[in-house]
């Protein structure tokens, strides 16, 4: 307990031991699960690992991957809430019947759909133009998590999964920009193969909430500084010009800078200390500094996302 919402996207990490992260939401079901660190296909079979999406949190089984004794977690939480429902011969929105839950005040959905193999185009429920989405076939293995960023474009993708710099994969998005009802989904199977099923993350921007952007690393300890208007309480960052690593940071796990300790999504590994590798960064009270030369952060071009803990504007009483 102590989110202070019921969440519909719930991202688990072990900390202090080696195991693949634990991705859930309320879209697809509790008791199935998806790990972003593997191309593996969704896992319906195991009940131990998430019990309950409770009204304020979750209940969690005895699956050493959510809930070992002893063993330390971190879970990011998200709320969506409002049920959505699309069909696109009725609404004329897309091309591809969806299914889902948003929250447009603080611009996240979550998004389920089935392929049809050819281009199409997906409603996301936003309102708004999406900035990121990330997606993950969820019935068949050795799927990557394509990753579509509105600075890279729709003939790019990163990999939530891999270490890949930006790749250019037309037939991944269409080559076609996301619009404030639809994005776009090509004929590759990672995002649209016949009968394939899916699942999408989208999100974009709300001031004072949440940013989705790129910039510039500078290669010194006195590092770029990135201006959010916030405080961010969680920070996501990719190279796109170098094979590197994703990187998470978060004000719960390291409430003072440097904020120093670090998880991979595209990694099972336990959690690791920034300043051991010249990789940590200060959150500041509109932003975050670079506080390391490493090119993984701060030594080339990069995407970023930032959330604050609520947004002010649409946060829940306390």
Known sequence: ?????????????????????????????????????????????????????????????????????????????WKAGTAFSNDASSTGVGTIDSTGSVSAD???????????????????????????????????????????????????????????????????????????????????????????TYIAYCMASVDGYSKFGSYTGNGNADGSFVYTGFRPAFVLIKSTTAVESWYIFDTNRDPSNLTTQYLNPNLSNAE???????????ILSNGFKCRGSNSSINNGSYIYMAIAEQSQKYSNAR
């Open 106 to 196: 603080t611009g996240f959905s979550i998004i389920s759909w089935t392929g049809t193999g050819s281009n199409a185009t997906v409603a996301h429920g936003l309102g708004v133009t999406p900035e990121m989405y990330i997606v993950k076939r969820r019935d068949a293995d050795g799927h990557s998590w394509p990753v579509y960023t509105s600075t890279l474009g729709a003939t790019k993708q990163l990999r939530l999964s891999g270490t890949n710099a930006e790749i250019t994969t037309a037939n991944i998005w269409n080559n076609t920009e996301p619009t404030s009802s639809v994005f776009s989904v090509g004929t590759n199977t990672d995002s649209n193969a016949s009968s394939g």
């Open 272 to 282: 690791s200390n920034a300043t051991d590798e010249d990789r940590s960064i200060d």
């Open 1 to 77: 307990t102590g989110v202070g919402f019921q969440p519909d996207w719930i991202w688990i990490k072990e900390r202090s031991s080696t195991s693949s992260h634990a991705l859930f939401d309320s879209v697809r079901g509790v008791n199935k699960v998806l790990a972003s660190d593997l191309a593996d296909e969704e896992d319906t079979s195991n009940s131990t690992l998430m019990t309950a999406f409770g009204s304020d949190g979750f209940s969690l089984g005895d699956n050493n991957r959510t809930n070992q004794n002893t063993e330390t977690y971190v879970a990011w939480n």
